[in-house]
């Protein structure tokens, strides 16, 4: 791992940058890159726009590690005024919510509860149809728990998803046992600062991985399981490798779907959905975007390019 990225991921960690740097007007403005504002008004004024794209929206309300239960419960009646307003303005998106934002950490029952209540609401939209539920994946410690919880919301509904990262050496197993269930998963490359025995160490050896998982997850024995598969990547090189495997193999257009960030890759975006595949933009909001923002510019070194215009640029 670079020092750049060390010392992002650091600084996603640091509360005390979070509350100095999150003020600074040239890091507000850089951040407008990837965030289009704090607001459910401005997630939903960004998901209406790119669905008259023929674009898909991934919705997340930022935050993590809530410190107590009146805290997670503000968080899931925020989740449910979100899926409240997606069904009645008709958009073509979907949740995606951290479980400890959800309360893992004070109790994991009460976090199963609260993705529950999440779950059933969107079961009970109309439009649009199938609305999933993701849980994304946190970092290393996290993981198994973040695993059993999807589990076990599965045994009631089979509309919950759940992200893996690629990075980690544990992954390749995970992905058998999803592919077994017939799961919806998300895949993406990974963002955290872990352990060195973990991980994945080199970048191209995290893309073939995600090459493998990613063939895997679109593979035969997936489909006739009903696996859904995101592939978050915004690596252009990395997904026409993986398109052409898929056409090699017959695998129509519309069942291969991309997932990428708002702001990253927007022509890629759309020539991916302009080609028939399925292509989702993961758009954030709220006010705890400061970690968030510094593990996005962790992800691709060229964001730091972006960060220091706008800082000389005044």
């Given at each position: 791992m670079s020092w750049t990225r060390r010392a992002l991921l650091a600084a996603s960690q640091s509360a005390w940058l979070r509350g100095r740097a999150a003020r600074l007007g040239f890091v507000r403005r850089a951040s407008g890159r990837f965030l289009p504002g704090e607001t459910i008004d401005a997630a939903l004024a960004t998901a209406r726009g790119l669905a008259d794209r023929g674009l898909t929206t991934l919705v997340t309300h930022l935050g993590e590690n809530v410190g107590d239960r009146t805290e997670a419960e503000a968080v899931t009646r925020q989740y449910l005024e979100l899926l409240d307003r997606i069904q009645a303005a008709q958009l073509p998106a979907e949740i995606s919510v951290k479980l400890t934002h959800l309360g893992l950490d004070l109790?994991?029952?009460?976090?199963?509860?609260?993705?529950?209540?999440?779950?059933?609401?969107?079961?009970?939209?109309?439009?649009?149809?199938?609305?999933?539920?993701?849980?994304?994946?946190?970092?290393?410690?996290?993981?198994?728990?973040?695993?059993?919880?999807?589990?076990?919301?599965?045994?009631?509904?089979?509309?919950?998803?759940?992200?893996?990262?690629?990075?980690?050496?544990?992954?390749?197993?995970?992905?058998?046992?999803?592919?077994?269930?017939?799961?919806?998963?998300?895949?993406?490359?990974?963002?955290?600062?872990?352990?060195?025995?973990?991980?994945?160490?080199?970048?191209?050896?995290?893309?073939?991985?995600?090459?493998?998982?990613?063939?895997?997850?679109?593979?035969?024995?997936?489909?006739?399981?009903?696996?859904?598969?995101?592939?978050?990547?915004?690596?252009?090189?990395?997904?026409?490798?993986?398109?052409?495997?898929?056409?090699?193999?017959?695998?129509?257009?519309?069942?291969?779907?991309?997932?990428?960030?708002?702001?990253?890759?927007?022509?890629?975006?759309l020539r991916l959905a302009q080609e028939g595949y399925r292509s989702c933009v993961l758009v954030s909001y709220g006010t705890y975007w400061f970690p968030w923002y510094m593990r996005r510019l962790a992800e691709r070194p060229a964001n730091i390019l972006f960060l220091a215009r706008n800082l000389f640029g005044g």
């Amino acid at each position: 791992m670079s020092w750049t990225r060390r010392a992002l991921l650091a600084a996603s960690q640091s509360a005390w940058l979070r509350g100095r740097a999150a003020r600074l007007g040239f890091v507000r403005r850089a951040s407008g890159r990837f965030l289009p504002g704090e607001t459910i008004d401005a997630a939903l004024a960004t998901a209406r726009g790119l669905a008259d794209r023929g674009l898909t929206t991934l919705v997340t309300h930022l935050g993590e590690n809530v410190g107590d239960r009146t805290e997670a419960e503000a968080v899931t009646r925020q989740y449910l005024e979100l899926l409240d307003r997606i069904q009645a303005a008709q958009l073509p998106a979907e949740i995606s919510v951290k479980l400890t934002h959800l309360g893992l950490d004070l109790d994991s029952e009460l976090c199963l509860a609260n993705l529950r209540r999440l779950i059933e609401r969107a079961l009970a939209a109309t439009a649009p149809a199938n609305q999933t539920v993701w849980i994304d994946m946190e970092q290393s410690p996290y993981a198994e728990a973040t695993l059993q919880l999807h589990r076990r919301a599965r045994q009631t509904s089979g509309n919950v998803g759940v992200c893996v990262q690629a990075y980690l050496r544990r992954t390749e197993r995970d992905v058998e046992e999803l592919v077994a269930m017939g799961a919806t998963v998300r895949l993406v490359k990974g963002a955290y600062s872990e352990p060195p025995e973990l991980v994945i160490a080199k970048k191209a050896d995290v893309d073939e991985n995600f090459f493998r998982l990613a063939q895997r997850l679109l593979g035969p024995e997936a489909r006739r399981a009903g696996v859904r598969a995101a592939l978050a990547t915004h690596d252009r090189k990395l997904i026409a490798r993986i398109n052409r495997w898929a056409a090699e193999q017959g695998i129509p257009h519309e069942q291969i779907e991309y997932a990428m960030l708002y702001g990253i890759q927007r022509g890629e975006q759309l020539r991916l959905a302009q080609e028939g595949y399925r292509s989702c933009v993961l758009v954030s909001y709220g006010t705890y975007w400061f970690p968030w923002y510094m593990r996005r510019l962790a992800e691709r070194p060229a964001n730091i390019l972006f960060l220091a215009r706008n800082l000389f640029g005044g």
